[in-house]
Each structure stands twice: as C-alpha cells, then as structure tokens.
C-alpha cells in the first residue's frame, strides 16, 4: 500500500477493520509470553528458597501454549513473516506473481478451514464435558477456544489476501491492497541499518 495515496477500495477498507484485531491479537499473544515468563521466575525463586512451587505452574503452562502458538497467526500473515518461498516467488512479476499468491492464499484457506472445524469441535466437546487440568483443575475449555478464534483470524487476513491478489492479477498496474508486497534482501537490510531517529526525510 502506497504511503502518499491512502488506499479506498474495498480491500483496503477491509485490511484496515482487521489490522486493529490482528495487533490486539498479537498483543494478548506477546502478554502471555510474558506472563509465563513472570511465573517461571517466580516458581524459581519460591521453590528454591521457601521451598513451596506455585500450584498448578505446569497446567498454566501447558493452558498458555494456545494463546502464544496461535494468536499471532494473523498478525504474522499480514507482515508476510511466515515462511514463504521467496526464492521462487522474488523470480516472478506481475500476473504470474499474483497468480501464484492466489494458489498460496486459496491452498493457505482451505488447510486452515478444516483446522478451525476440527479445533472447534474440540473446544465444543471440551466444553461440554467440563473437561479440566490433571493437576490444578483449571478448566481446559477457554485455552481450546483461542485456536479456532486465532484460526478464523488468520482465514479472514488471508481472504483479504485473496482478495488482494486477485485484483493485481486483473490489473497488475494497481497500487498493491491487502497484500504482502515482497522486499530486495538489500532493501530490508538498509531498512534494518538505520537508525531510529536518523531515517531520511
């Protein structure tokens, strides 16, 4: 998306109301790494000095896996962080670039949407049964609902994606909206060498 011209279409209406959820996401991701961070100190420090581990610290463990593995997902899609074939997709222009991006991004929504039924079935069974942790008893269910949340996330980024792709494969011409434009491994080391604070104006 071009920095002078702000966007209008469809697309970019669409990539613009799921940015703000995808960085929240991201956000609610980041804060459970920290989180987990913060209560491995603490079983350290109460284990090894008053002798007397967190209850239950292996079952929030293994209930905060869901939310840092997932729901970064999208977040993830739309900076185009993944991991791609760039080696074979920075050879293409134009159509056959677009057209391939259509392939990924169709391929990317049909292996995600079984994902979300599946996990959500999980989460419903769970649910249902009322399903807990060995150890503490925390209730499982809320940590299964994250993954089909963060699923459903990442198909909406890529149907925008899709979407995307399909209009610069009509006219390549167009200013890019919704899509991951792919940079010279010489552009994002010169974006990366520079300083805050000393970026040319």
């Not at 697309?11 to 940015?19: E, F, G, K």
């Not at 269910?141 to 993954?147: A, E, F, Q």
Request: aromatic share 8%; proline share 4%; net charge negative.
């Amino acid at each position: 998306m071009t920095q002078d011209m702000p966007a209008r279409g469809i697309v970019a209406r669409a990539d613009r109301l799921l940015s703000p959820v995808e960085d929240a996401t991201n956000m609610i991701a980041a804060l459970f790494v920290f989180a987990l961070m913060c209560l491995g100190i603490a079983q350290i420090v109460l284990r090894t000095i008053f002798g007397t581990p967190l209850t239950g610290y292996v079952d929030l463990v293994e209930l905060s896996m869901a939310g840092m593995a997932f729901l970064g997902a999208a977040y993830t899609q739309r900076m185009g962080a993944h991991i791609r074939m760039e080696l074979l997709l920075g050879t293409l222009r134009g159509r056959a670039l677009w057209g391939a991006e259509i392939i990924g991004a169709l391929l990317g929504m049909a292996i995600i949407a079984v994902l979300i039924w599946y996990s959500g079935e999980h989460f419903w069974r769970s649910y249902q049964l009322g399903d807990t942790t060995m150890d503490a008893e925390f209730p499982v269910w809320p940590s299964k609902l994250l993954v089909p949340v963060a699923f459903a996330l990442w198909f909406l980024r890529l149907s925008i994606q899709l979407a995307g792709s399909i209009r610069l494969f009509v006219d390549p011409t167009r200013a890019p909206e919704g899509v991951c434009v792919m940079k010279h491994a010489a552009d994002v080391a010169r974006e990366e060498a520079v300083l805050p604070g000393t970026e040319e104006t």
